[in-house]
Structure formats: C-alpha cells, structure tokens
C-alpha cells in the first residue's frame, strides 16, 4: 500500500518553469488578430498573473491572452501548456507564423499534451515575443487555467510522470470496478455492483476533465461529446454512490430516514440525465442549471448519512467516510477554486486524480470486508442450522447428510454406532428436565472427547446419538464402542434416588458396499436394542450376512462390575 501511494505522490512535484507575464480581455465582434495586437498595444488588456489559475474569458463568452515569455540568453525549444486544459479550442497566434488551433479532443495536432494543452515553439523565435491565444466560448462555462513556459526537455520529463500518475490511478479504478463487478455475478449483491457502477462513472469523468480518453487513448468516438457525457456521468455516479451508501452503510437498520432520502437521491438523478442528453433547450437548460447544486447537496447528504451510520455502530461506514472524505474536500475545493479561490493551488485536479484510486481502493477493502462479514454470517447461520442447539454436536438432519456424503465418497471400511443412554426417561421424571439437559450435555462432551475429529458425531434424537467411525475394522470399532461406554459410566450422573448411575447401549453395524444411510442406521439400530434386552451397558454388533446371530460384549465393559445396579 506505501509503495502505491508513493508511486501515486511523486508525479505531484512542481517542475520549475519561468515567469510569464499576461495579460486578458473578452472576444468582440469583428476581432482579428491583428486588431487584438493593436488594442494590447493601446494598452486595453487586463494584467493577471500566469503562473494562478485565472478565468481569461467570460461565461458563454470567447477571451483573448497575450503571454510574453521571460528573456533567455540561450536559444531552446520551449514548451507553453496550458492547465487545466479547456473544452473548448485555444488557439495560438504568433507574428509571421501560421495559427496553430488546440482542443481537449482534436486529433489532428501533430503533438498534444497530456493532461494539459500544450504548443512546442521552437527555438528559431524572436525572444520574449509576445504569443496570442484565443480562447473559445465554453458552453459549460469557463474554467480557470494557468500557463507554464517550460524548457522542452523539462516538459516532457513533467509529461511523462503526468502519465505515469494518471495511467495507476485509472488502472486501479478499472481493476477495482472489473474485481467488484465480478464478486457482483458471483455473490449476487447489488452493493458490489453499485459500487462498480459509482467508479466508472468517477472514472469518466476524470478522463475527460484530464483529457486521457482523449490522448493518449486516442478514443476519437468520444470527440464533441465531451460537454454531454461529462455531465451525465456526474449525474449517475451520484446516483450510483447514493445506492451504494444505502446498502453499504446499512442506512435502513441505523438511520430509516438517512434510507429514504439516498434512494430518493439515487432514484432522482436518471431524470436530469434525460433532460441533459434531451434536445429540448429548456429542459437541457435546466438540468445545467440544477447540476451542482444537486451534486453539492448529494455529496454533503452522502456524508451526513455516513458520519450516522458510524457514529451508530455501522462498520463500512467507516470504510466509507475514509475513503470518500478526502475526495470531498478535494471536490469542495475544486469548486471553489472554479469560483476564483485558492488560485495558487494548481495541483488540486491532479489530488482528485489520486483521490478517485485511493477512494477506490479503500471501498473496495471495505466491500472485501463486508464479503468477509457476510460469509461469515452465512457459516453461522450454517452452523446453527447444522449443530443440535443444547448438545453442539450436528443434528439428524445434517448428520445425515454428511453420512450421505461419506457413503458416496470411498469404499473405505467405516463403522456407525448407535448409542441410546440407560434409564434415561426414569432420570427425567426423578431429577428433572433441566437435570436431563444437563446429563446430555456432560455425555455429548465425552463422547466428543474420545472420538477423532473425522468422526462424525451427532445426536438422532432425544437420548440417541449416532457416530461414524470412518477406515476402521470391526474390532477396532468394538473397542470405541466399549471405550465410550466406560466414558458414560465414569460420568457419575445419577438417573433416581436409587443410586443407579447413567449408562449407554451401543449397537454397531459395519458398512457392507450395498448400504444406504438408511439400511445402515437401521442395523445399528436393531444391535443397539439387542444390547437393551440383554441387560444395557453393553455393546452388540449387529447380524452378520447369513449368519443370523450377533456378536455381543456383555455388561463387563465398566471398569468396576460391581458398581452397575
């Protein structure tokens, strides 16, 4: 994890680039570059400072630049960029030269730049000549834009850590979204697919406002679509995010309320897409109008619902408040700063970039997290649906299954003992239930103590309890049988005032290659009720093929005869 925020970090270092000065004024009517010239010249332009991020037009409206790059001793090719870059075309003019036009989606630019505009001049100018931009109306408004007059060979050392940042972070946001697409398919929650969704969409937008679906993926289909789809992609992803909060975050168990509003949220934003993607003009006009109003309030909603959620114990929405917290302030702050504020910081569009990759690394660790905590819910609710509630060894139903199971796995030797405790009904009726609950608990324990653990121990039902003993011959299974049946007698428990103590009968049946867990079970159980005609606390082994008798161990298998009643 270092290592990746380090990688993602070192492109942010400012390279060094030289002072320019500039100067701005709107775009009139009948404007030509050469009256332009003229009316800088007469002095008609507005100072402003390059090297901040400055609106250089109005809204709606076209603007022209004047840049005069510093003096140089040394003739070099210099790079002139121009971040962030716009939407719409820049063109530069310079004396005695042809105009050179640059857009966020031009591929007929024989160089562009990444993540930025930038123009190579070479180093057969005039020094200091003043170089004219123009830059177009911008239907979304216009952005605020800093210039750079950068060394070539600066430029591109700049461009290429430019790359290297912006190709992680969207690599780990398309790993992150194709991972929890895929856990989507495979666990059938709506929360990973949300969440999928939300990150494409983030994604999106970030590669238009950078410019990288443009170059250098060279993603010409998407050129003139950039006003549109960037929009309608904000519009979504808060949509997606809303839905995600609300399942993830477990709105509807901490905060019903905090519920209703993200899906009212989620379910609102599909509309202002139409209206934005439609060709009516006035419902076009309104969505832009209702665009960041509704993505600021979301966002702050989105929020709130999270530090809730948290406060009251929800643990993703911890996962969620770290990773989208940093990736709200950077938002807040970028829009401020297309306000006019916090001029001087220029690298807040590449931070989002960062903010976007590690938001989504940590969501996708909180959504790990949260398959964790639902497999684990599912292998609880698995167990106690599996294990007999008082005794804690499995119940029929699941002893039968994993018999089933060892049935059709091998042909390996296995025996199944069938034990049933002595006088256990007197025990109930003189000492009580609860004394009886107890008893159980105290033999299913013994019993769990002497076998291996890849015996199958369970309990068939009231005083029942069946085992398998899986690769063992019918001696060995004898000397279990017998063993456990001193066990239970060494456990002391009284059945009535009498001083008769609690034993067990155990009948034994040997797995033959026709068997089902059925004709098994009900051979165990015919030896088993031989050991309770001949006297109980014994141990029978059920009739041999032809043989029609049974093998018996009589009631000497206690260690002290003397002590059985």
Not at 272 to 285: G, Q, T
Not at 361 to 370: E, F, K, N
């Amino acid at each position: 994890m270092l290592a990746i925020v380090l990688l993602l970090l070192a492109p942010l270092k400012a390279v060094p680039a030289s002072a320019l000065d500039g100067a701005w004024r709107e775009a009139r009517p009948g404007d030509t570059p050469a009256s332009v010239w003229a009316a800088y010249d007469r002095g008609e332009f507005h100072a402003f400072d390059p090297d901040l991020l400055n609106r250089v037009s109005r809204p709606g409206q076209a603007g022209w630049v004047v840049l005069r790059p510093p003096p140089s001793a040394v003739a070099e090719e210099h790079a002139l960029t121009v971040y962030p870059p716009p939407l719409a075309p820049v063109t530069l003019y310079r004396h005695g030269l042809p105009p050179q036009r640059m857009a966020l989606d031009d591929f007929d630019a024989p160089m562009h730049g990444h993540g930025r505009l930038a123009w190579r001049l070479g180093a057969d100018g005039i020094p200091s000549e003043p170089l004219l931009l123009r830059f177009e109306a911008d239907a979304t408004g216009a952005t605020p834009v800093r210039f750079e007059w950068t060394p070539w060979s600066d430029y591109l050392r700049e461009d290429a850590r430019w790359l290297m940042l912006s190709s992680a972070c969207f690599a780990v946001m398309l790993a992150m979204a194709v991972m929890t697409s895929c856990l989507a398919l495979m666990l059938r929650d709506a929360t990973f697919a949300w969440y999928a969704g939300y990150v494409v969409c983030y994604g999106i937008i970030q590669g238009i406002q950078t410019g990288y679906v443009f170059h250098p993926m060279e993603w010409t289909w998407l050129a003139g679509t950039a006003s549109l789809i960037g929009p309608a992609a904000a519009l979504l992803s808060m949509a997606f995010a809303a839905a995600f909060v609300a399942r993830f975050c477990e709105l509807e168990r901490f905060s019903p309320p905090l519920h209703a509003c993200a899906l009212a949220l989620a379910l609102g934003m599909p509309p202002l897409v139409v209206m934005r993607i439609s060709r009516v003009d006035a419902l076009a006009a309104a969505s832009r109008a209702l665009l960041y109003p509704v993505l600021i309030i979301g966002a702050v909603l989105l929020l709130y619902a999270g530090l809730v959620a948290a406060w009251r114990g929800s643990r993703p929405a911890r996962y969620f408040l770290l990773g989208f917290t940093p990736l709200l302030a950077l938002t807040a702050m970028n829009s401020a700063q297309a306000s006019g504020v916090l001029p001087g910081m220029n690298w807040l569009g590449d931070a989002a970039l960062v903010a976007g990759a590690f938001q989504a690394i940590v969501l996708a660790l909180g959504l790990a997290d949260h398959a964790l905590a639902m497999r684990h819910d599912t292998d609880v609710v698995r167990e106690l649906a599996d294990v007999d509630a008082l005794t804690q060894v499995l119940n029929r139903r699941a002893w039968s299954e994993r018999l089933q199971a060892v049935l059709a796995a091998d042909h390996q030797p296995a025996a199944l003992l069938f034990l049933d405790l002595d006088h256990f009904k007197a025990l109930n009726d003189c000492l009580g239930h609860r004394a009886g609950d107890r008893a159980l608990l105290a033999v299913a324990g013994a019993l769990r103590h002497e076998l291996r653990p890849q015996d199958l121990l369970g309990r068939y039902g009231g005083e029942e309890f069946v085992a398998v003993l899986r690769d063992v011959a019918q001696a060995q299974a004898v000397q279990v049988a017998i063993r456990l049946c001193r066990r239970v007698h060494r456990l002391d428990i009284p059945v009535d005032g009498d001083g008769r103590l609690l034993t067990v009968s155990v009948g034994i049946a040997m797995r033959r290659p026709d068997d089902t867990p059925e004709s098994l079970v009900e051979r165990a159980d015919h030896a088993m009720y031989r050991a309770k005609l001949e006297g109980r606390n014994r141990v029978r082994v059920a009739v041999n093929p032809g043989t029609g008798c049974a093998t018996a161990w009589p009631a000497g298998v206690v260690d002290d005869p003397a002590r059985e009643r």
